[in-house]
Structure formats: structure tokens, C-alpha cells
């Protein structure tokens, strides 16, 4: 199965630090793709670069979603997910939900970290839409300096343990998901510092999405994420337009 | 004080019909000016096209939010509302959430009617972003067939009406709120025809703008609404580029 | 239109406060009466307070409702709010409520802060009254002690600027209310001193009452808020033995 | 023992049946006291009523409290009981609460079922009082026409039973509540005609009231629950406005 | 009325202590009869043990519920509460249940104190079964050290009511249930030392199961406590295995 | 991997259907072995079920968990899983939630269909204690009559078909989960007769085991899946003993 990485943000850098915390948990016959945003900004972290990066999303998607079994938007808060399941085809994982989903199986309450407090609130809103609020002991952040995005990590890695230790032993967190796609591949590493298990989203997320693809979901056609009707547009990218207005169905339909 | 009527939606007709119900409610001195999306979709009805259209909302908010005390997302379900009160300095009410508050003062329980499917769908979610699912009754919606966005609340002036009073009858709403931008003006006409206060949006929407302009709220230097950081960005409109970039605010400071 | 500004409370110092807090935030044409309660407490300050003083607030409504627009409660807390709107005509808004409402547009998560520990109780019952405890961060109390009720923001005014930080900086609130009638017209003074949105309720809730009667909502026929049958009574006062008793709408008819 | 069973209603026949139905529950040793209320409406139906009936409750309790070791509030409702709790220090029980606790034991969701419409408003109020909605299958009323009050469970017996009936096979009700002073005593003679257990709320409050005098509690000197510093008041019954002035305790303290 | 105390710990002492604690509290009438478990742990203290002592219950349950009226869970956690209602026909009732439930006649959130953590994580799976999340506190527990489980309150009654006060001042508690068996008994002597009401579980079950044998419930034929159809067994105590076959009644009919 | 699927039921043949339907869905080089209850019933139904189920499933874990990367608890309704997962170090799965997780991402409501009213019961439970209520649309069940339980989906598809088509109408289900084991296999045949996506809990099952054994968590050292303090036991089977008394780990670290 081929699955899409669809990075929203617009470091490569950041792409590639995904793709090689993915690619060692992906099971045999599975092909990951990555893609970078082309526009927007480096990292997403706040609630206006969401509604930004989620509408790249869609843009994206149109132009690439028939070539993949599935898609994963890999930016921790998940910007267009619901939008993105309402308007295409194929299964599309959350990096966050995918990492919530999976860490309800190993604790009665997840803690997540992160690295400014800015996503600290857009997190939030991501929890609550899950409807997860009951299973999450909080969001703890700190705005921690550094050098560039991809760096994140290697530089910060002992104020990430200590933020997992604090969600730990003052929020009541059973596992702690490490949030921001910066932070890809960095759970191995604070496996002996942190006394509960980690989950690293990117890994949740691949693994959810080869879920779904075995599942082998039918679309659907009632429900909430049913096919909008079609809908003229203006001034939209072209292959989103013609998803909306629902003429790449026609010019497939006339093949 | 001026207020911006921003109408996330390409169609102009929508946005007079909007200014038309707006303009007996405001208070001697408001001046309501109404703007109408440059691109996007002629009405906006499902999770894909809010995501686009909040994405146009903010595009709009950068080219304008310095000349008016207050704007008005004057699109029910409130496309881009929580982006733009982190980004911008000047109060911003959604219509949505204008009128379930406001509903909240005339029951215990609102119901909303609208007139498509997938409209209610994307409703329910502003309903939950709001938190205020405890005080809703439901959603109900019928997908009616109508000749011209403009034109659906002439037209399907019965099948609203039945609706709110299913929403009375069936679900246990002490108040009904008419959902959609196009059903601005009709609540007066339904008065006699429904057991319930109905809600016309745009109203309490203006009526809610001018009370945060009287109360002059400082911008949140704290919380989840305050400022993010600076960022770099890349393809976006020069003026949304300047905001997120926080080159306006230099530009200002340097003047 | 003409808005009654109904304080449960004894003090007429304090009904002048809130008139004097309020009177700038009207519109053109509206004009504020006060009255303050002929018997009961100074200020009311716990629930058995409110239980006496929801009662005097009917007794207070059934006199005067037909000479008004709209009616406020204005005592935080609201006391006879939802009764007063099942029995009488008239719009009745509670200024607890318009404050909460309106800080719903300000912020995720509202705090509440007061000057006795007592009144935090009874708050928290409205909070849970209006079903909006996922909104509030919090309430903040620290009983003061003061020379007399109308002297209470004039003597107090740093320790209640303390308990909005802390509102802020220890619960998460992103804006502040501050509850108590003997807090009218203090917002703006302790603006500078929290970073974050302050609402003061007496103005929330003449806005609110002036969109309430600009919106002219019919009186429920259906629903929580219609007008309870008729049924004798013994004891109470005249004019609210005979709205219960439906001897006034009798009255009205046969004129 | 001594336990008094406070009717805030003026119907005096309804507290006999009240006690009628209690006192073959009670325990050796126990005592039951009626107490009808010198003023208000022959039964409580609506939220304005219950505003007024709670005000008369604490001038009833004022004056007898120091006689009994616990009162029971005998309408189904509870009006006045958190402010009675904070108010006096003997143990206060509501027949309504009662019988709901009580319920969470013979079943997951319990129902409610009454004879008029306006009732089920004001209890729906008293469930969420409780914070016992999850626990709530419905409240299930229809406004029955009845020669007296206190005639209604032997002219309405069957349409109670119809109701309780509806509200196992709709609501999913496991256990029903018969709700309303006025059905005391009723529950024995539906069993025959309703598939899950009934709960007569006075004989769970009788039971209750017991249980707290046999925990025999402290009056909390902390929570929500302590007595509220002494207030002056204006215009009170001289009992409660001496208890509410705190002379009460003083007089006692001086004797 | 006979009311079985079943232990389904296996300490003989801690069932005399419940039953020391038990009987002072009891009616006229009423009488109590312990039954210590013949196999699991000596105090249930996790969530496993609570699965095999639950177990465990039920075989106890079938060997001895024709006896009694009534019967107490007398393990704070109630194992085996849910499935023994479905099960039996006579009303059962749980420690923790019946001291939350009373709890909430006395303040407006209650908090459990106990003497292991382990204990706190099973005992928050119980809040949650019975909804009472919104009357909750908050659980305070402290691993204490203790010479053998009987000896626990003659051991630690100061480091219990330290976290009793801690209840009360850090979490807000109006109220404090001592959570576990081995305190039986100990309200009274820290009577003094917390500012607000004590529950002790087992007085507060034994006034719930008088109760509950008064009021004579029927055994539910329909909702989730009805008993569920015969089913084949294997390997199960003789006991059990006729009372899920429904070779009981069968036995029972036939004679 | 070596995953191992525990059914707590005694029917072989359900065992031998489960991997049936599980086997075409695992990733190269994950192995499945199956084990059957030695006791108990033949397919869990009740509560009263699920109690012993839970018991005998931790028998099987203390018997064989060192020889598989994870379990899976293959009974719709997970008897045992918190339990288990306190208790052992292996991730251990729930069949039902598992289908609950991954269907959060197929719809903002899940339905789940079932064969009998009384499992419904359970399965409403098991929800609440993953605390999905507000993502679940409903619970469908019907008892249908079936000639053995391994032959229920043969017999019973349309009747399940139509619960499902019942669960998207009515109770407005976005996808629907089949629950109970017997069912496991039947969702393929099912696809085009139902409009949403439907989920095979034991699909959904391996490929979050595989999942987790993935991500490779660390037993928790905090927290509620902490290992409970070693405890003396009587009467238990000797590998779950050794386990509860950490004689097995005392063994281990002998050797």
C-alpha cells in the first residue's frame, strides 16, 4: 500500500525527520511517500496557521489523493482533517488523533507536551473536537528557544523529558504523546527518563493508517462525512475546484 | 463606531440581504459595511468550504481589520472565527456564536434549522467548539432545492417554518434559531407561525458587536487568545504575510 | 426603550453604582430606571440570600414589568432569573448570565473573581444553572473586609486586581469577570493591571438587554419559559397574587 | 427521632397523605412531624412558585428547626434545600433528591414521571441541580386534569401508569420515579403494572433523613455548605432574620 | 430484615470490624450477618484483585442470597456490584456506592480518602461507573505503611485525617468519605480534626439497604437490571452455574 | 510478532472464526495463536458473564503471557482489560475498543450492532469506561434466536444488516461497529448494503496490537497501569498467584 505524508508545514527538513521515524515501523509492502507544503508557513503553531495550513491541505490533496491508499497529515493538531474526509475518498489520518486513539490503549489519561505555548491552545481545540477531554490530563508547554524547527529536538530533548516527568507526576498523565512533528523518532531516546510509556504520533499514525487500509472502509454515502454536494467555486487551485464543483468525478465517470 | 460585516461567501446579493436585516437593529452611530469574499464559494455549506473560506477570511481581515472597531463573520458556522481573534487586535463575533449566546438568554435549549444536510453537520461542530451542546436541542435540516442562494428563504418560507416547529414539537427547543446567512431578515415573517422567540443571526450578531465595542476589551496579552510569535511565511497574501510576519506591527511601530 | 435596573438588594448606594457604570454604554433612546429592593440583606451573599431575594425580585416584577422594556437582575448571581422569565412578558436578563455570555466571545475559559468566599458558592450553582462549566477557568474568592458595601471596589481595589492575575496566571482564564454588583464601573480602572479582556456585567448586560429588545422575541407559547397555568394563592402580594393567578392578563382582557 | 416533614405547600391534605405514606417506613424510634405552609400556592408546579415556596421553606425552618434532629423538604423539587443546607445546621433532606439517589440503585438511568408539563420544566432544573443528568433517562409528564389536588393519584392512577410505562419502553427508564407530593403513596399499587422498580419519594427521604441522623454529621465549618457570615436584613420574619443576623446563635450562646 | 455483609476480602478481622462499625447504626429489627470470602487476597486493593473478588461475589452471592433481604458489597469499590443486580433478585448494594450516594445530601462534591494508591486508581473507575465525576473531588491517597490491614486505622488515623483536611483545603471537598474497609468505624474519632461531614461507607450502606428492603422494589423484568436468559456453564461453583443455567428457578418451580 | 487471541468464551469454534477473519489482516511476519477459555460460558452476554470472563481471562494471561509481544482480549465488551493491563507487562487490547478507537475515525458517531438486548447492556458500560459516550450515536441490539453461536452470522445477516441501516437512520451513526464475536468476518458481506463504513473489531484489534507492539511501550512505572504491590493470595490458580504475589518476578530475576 502506498500511504502520503503530507507534511502542512513548509520545512523538508521536517518531512524527512518524519519519514525516518516512520519508515522503521511500517510493515512489509508498505510504501511511504512524503510531501512538503508549498506555500505557507515553516511550522504550524498556532490556530490562524492551521486554518492556513488546512486549506493547503485540501490543496494538496486534490492533486495528489488518487495516487495513495491512504494520507496522513503529519502536523501534530491535524489542520483539514475533517474537511479532507468530507471532501475525498481515501482513509485520512490525524497525526494528533492517531496518537490521542492509540494512547487510550495504554493509559487511562494522556499527557502531551510541546514546545510553545501557542500550540499548548491549539491542541486544546484538537482534543476537544476528538471529544477525547475526558481521557487527556492536560497540555503542558513551554516556549523553549532554538536554533531552526528541525532542531527542536536534538536541542531540547532534556526540557521535553522534564515537561513528560512534569505531566507525569503533577497533571496525573498514565502516557505522554510527544506533540509537533519536530519532535518525530525523539521517544526512543526518553524511553529511561520518563516513568510511563511515550507515543510518537508519526508512528501512531502510519500504523492507524495501515489499519484503515485493511479495513477497507467504504466510503461513506450517509453521515456526517458523506460527499458534499457539487458547489461552483472561484479563484479555488484547479484540481480542488474541480473536486468541489465534482467534475474530476465527471471526467472520470466519462472515461 | 464602524463594523465590518464580513461575508466569507462570493455572493453579493447575500451580503445585501445581510446589511438589509442588520441596519434597523444597530444603535444611532454604528455604521455596519458590508465586504463580500473575492473568491471561494457562493455560499458556504460543508467542512471543506469553511476551511477555505476562514482561510479567505483571514486574507480579508489583513486587508481590512485596521479601519473598523469590530467585525462580524457574517457566515453561520463561523468560518475562521478563533484564527482571527489570536491574530487580530479588534473584537470578532461569529454570527453562529452570537446567536446560540444570545439564544441562551430566551431558553434552555436552542434548536437550529437550516437548509441543507451538510450544513448541519458542520454546525454541530461549531455547537461543540462553543461547548454549548448541553444547551442545544439539535440540528435539524431538510436539503430543499432552490433556484438561487438569494432566493431560498422566498421560496422555502413553509418548509423553514416546519422545520422550527419540528424543532419545538419534536426535539424540546424553547428558542430556534435560523441557521444561514441566506435566511437573514425571514425571522419576523415566522413570528406568528412558531410557539418560540426565533434568532435572526445577523442581529444578534450586530447587536453583540456593539456591546464588546462599549465594553473595550484590551487584546489578550495572555491566553489562549493573545498574539502568537512572529513567523516566517512564504506564498501568502502580502497583507496576511505582513500580520503573521508581525511586520505590520514594526511598520507601525517605525511610523 | 426603557430598561428597569431591578436590584434585589437593599443599598441603594450600589443601585446608583450600576446605573452610574451602565448609563455610558447605553444607545441613543434608552433610558435606564433603577429600583432597589424594600427589604431583604445589604447584599445578597449566599444561596439562602439569593432564595429570599429571587422572591422579593418577583414581588418587584410583578409591580413594575408592564411600565418596561426589558428588566436586569442586577445582582450577580442572578437571583429569581429563571422563574422571572416563566412568569412575566418582558425580557429578563441576569447580569451573571450577559457577563458569561459575553466573555464567551473574549475567551476560551472565563474566571470569575469576588470578594467573599460565600458568594463563590452560590456563583459556582449559576455557572452550573446556565450549563456553561466548561467555559469557566474558575471563581476566585478571598473574603475582605470593607467600611460597607458601596465602599467595597474603592477599598479593595488591588486585592481584587490580584485575583484577576491569578485567575489568569493560575487557572488559565482568558478574560475576567468581576462578579458582585458593588464591582460596577472598577473594569476599566484595573485594566492595565491584567492582561487580559475584563467584563464588567452591569454593562454585558445592558447591551444584552437592549439586543433582547431590538430582537423583540414573541413570549413562549411552547417551551420551558411559557407561562405556568393558573393557580390560587394565599399570603403573597397583591400584584403577584394576581400575575400567578392570572387575575392581571383577565384583567387586561376585560378592559 | 423527631423528623419534620415540611409541606411548602398550603394544602394541608397533602401532607397528611405525605404522612400517610411515610410512616409505615420509618424505624422504631423515629418520630414524623407534618408541617403545612402558612402562605404560597396549594402546590408548587412551576419555577416561580418554587422561588416563593423555598423563600416561605426557610421562614418555616427558622421557626422550628431547633425542635427535630432533620427536616425533610416534602415536594418533590427540593424548593430551598442548598440554601436550607448552608443555612441551618440540622440535616435537610429533598424528597426529590432522595428519591433519585435512591434510584441509582435499582437502576443505571432512572425517569421521572408527573402530571403537568410545567412540573417536568422545573424538575429537569432539579436533575441538573444534582449533576445526576447522566444518570436521567427522562422526565416524562403530561398535564392531567384532576377535581383537587390532592385527589390526582386516585383520579389519575392509570394515566401514571401509562407514563411510567412510557418511560421504561422510549426513555429506557430502568427504574421511575413517581414525581409530586401528591402521588405519595401510589408506587404499591402500579407494581403490578410497570416491568422495574418504583420510587415513592418520601419514603426515600424518610429512609435518607434517617440514614444522615444516624451518621450523625458535623455542620460543616468549611465548603460550600458552612453557615455564611451574619448579614443584616430589613423586612424578614423575625426567626430567619435572626438566624440570617446571626441572634440566634448569640442568644443561645448568652443563655 | 436480614442483611448479609459479604466480604470478598479474606480477613475475618476486617469483617468484624465492619460488622462492630455496622451494627450500632442499625434499626430495630434489622439484623446483620457477616460472610468472609473463602478464597482470593486478604484486602482487594487493584483492579485485579476486584476481578477475582468480584468473581468471587458471585459465587458467594448464589451460595447465600435466598437467605437475606438484602446484601452489602463490603469492599469500598464494590466489585461485583452491577453484574450481582443483574444476576439476583434481592437489592444489593455497594460500600462505595451507598457512602458516595450519601454524600451528596451533604456537600456539593465529595472527596475519598484512603491508604494506598493502587486503591485510588480502581476507586476512580468506580466514580466513574456510577457518573458521579461531576460530584467528585478528588481521591487523596498516600501508600502508608501498616502492620498487618486489620491494624490500619489504629496505625495511620493521623495520616488519614491529614489527608482528609488536605480533601477539604486542596481539593475543595465539602465532604470526605474514608474509602476502604479497614476504616470502618473511624468517623467518629476524626470528628474533631475535619472541618466538614465524614461518611463511613458501611454505616451509610446498612442505612441504604434498610432502605432499600422498605421500599420492596420488584425485581426489574426489563432494562439493564433484568436477569439475563439461561446460559450453559462450565467449570463454575455448582451454585453459580445453576443460577446463570436457571436451574434455581427451574428447581424452585418444580417444587 | 507473536500475538496471542484470548477468548474468554468456551466455543472453539468462535476462537477458530475470530482467527479466520483476523488472519488475512496482520502484517508479514506477525503470528496469531488462538486459546479457549477452559471454563466458563459458551459466549458472554451479560455482566454477570463478563465478571467471571474477566477472572478466568487473567487465569489464561498468568498463564501464557510470556510467550506472545501482546493479547488481544477477543470478546466483544473486553472482559478483564484494565485488570490485565495493571497486571501483566505485555499490551494487552480489548476487542471493543480497539473497534471503538479506529471507528473515531471513520465518523464523529459510532453505532454498535449486536445480537442480544442483554449484551447491549454491557457494551453501554464498556463505552462509559472508555469514556466515548459523546462519540457513540447508540447501542442497536435485537435478541435474535440462532441455532448455535457460532452459526449467528450465517443465519442472522440480514437481520444484522438492517440494525446497522437502523443505527445510520435513526440513531444517525457515521459508521457502525459489528459487535460481539461471533460476528467477526461478517463486515465485507455486509458493505454494500449499509451507506457508512462498517468496522470488524478483530481486525481492528490486530492491527492495533501490531501497533503497539510497534511503538514498543515501556511498562508504566507510575501511574494507573502500574504494577499493584505484590499481595498473598488463597485459593487462586498457581500462575495467576505467583503473578499477583510477585513470585514470578522474584523467580525471573533468581535465575
Not at 481515501?90 to 487511562?108: K, S
Not at 513551554?142 to 529536538?153: D, G, K, P
Not at 521535553?160 to 498514565?174: F, Q, S, T
Request: hydrophobic fraction near 50%; glycine fraction near 8%.
Amino acid at each position: 500500500m502506498r500511504i502520503l505524508v503530507l507534511n502542512p508545514n513548509t520545512t523538508e527538513a521536517v518531512t524527512q525527520m518524519l519519514l525516518a521515524a516512520a519508515r522503521p515501523a511500517v510493515a512489509d509492502g508498505t510504501e511511504l511517500v512524503g510531501l512538503t507544503a508549498p506555500r505557507g508557513v515553516p511550522y504550524i503553531a498556532s490556530r490562524a496557521e492551521a486554518q492556513l495550513g488546512g486549506a493547503i491541505t485540501l490543496e494538496m490533496l486534490a492533486d495528489h489523493h488518487r495516487d495513495y491508499d491512504a494520507a496522513i497529515l503529519a502536523a501534530f493538531g491535524d489542520p483539514g482533517l475533517l474537511p479532507a474526509r468530507e471532501l475525498f475518498d481515501l482513509p485520512v489520518i490525524g497525526m494528533a488523533e492517531a496518537a490521542m486513539l492509540t494512547a487510550c490503549t495504554l493509559g487511562q489519561k494522556f499527557g502531551i507536551v510541546t514546545f510553545t505555548t501557542t500550540m499548548a491552545n491549539w491542541y486544546l481545540d484538537t482534543v476537544d473536537t476528538y471529544r477525547l477531554g475526558a481521557r487527556c490530563a492536560g497540555i503542558r508547554a513551554r516556549s523553549l528557544a532554538f536554533s531552526a524547527i528541525e532542531n527542536v529536538q536534538a536541542e531540547k530533548e532534556q526540557a521535553i523529558a522534564e515537561l513528560a516527568r512534569e505531566a507525569v507526576e503533577l497533571d496525573g498523565a498514565d502516557v505522554v504523546i510527544l506533540g509537533g512533528a519536530p519532535l518525530a523518532g525523539l521517544a526512543p531516546r526518553l524511553r529511561a527518563q520518563v516513568p510511563v510509556p511515550l507515543v510518537d504520533p508519526i508512528v501512531a499514525a502510519v500504523k492507524m493508517a495501515e489499519a484503515l487500509v485493511t479495513l477497507a472502509p467504504r466510503k461513506a454515502a450517509a453521515g456526517t462525512f458523506s460527499r458534499p454536494p457539487a458547489k461552483a467555486t472561484s479563484g479555488l487551485s484547479p484540481a480542488l475546484a474541480a473536486r468541489i464543483e465534482h467534475l474530476d468525478t465527471l471526467a472520470t465517470a466519462a472515461q
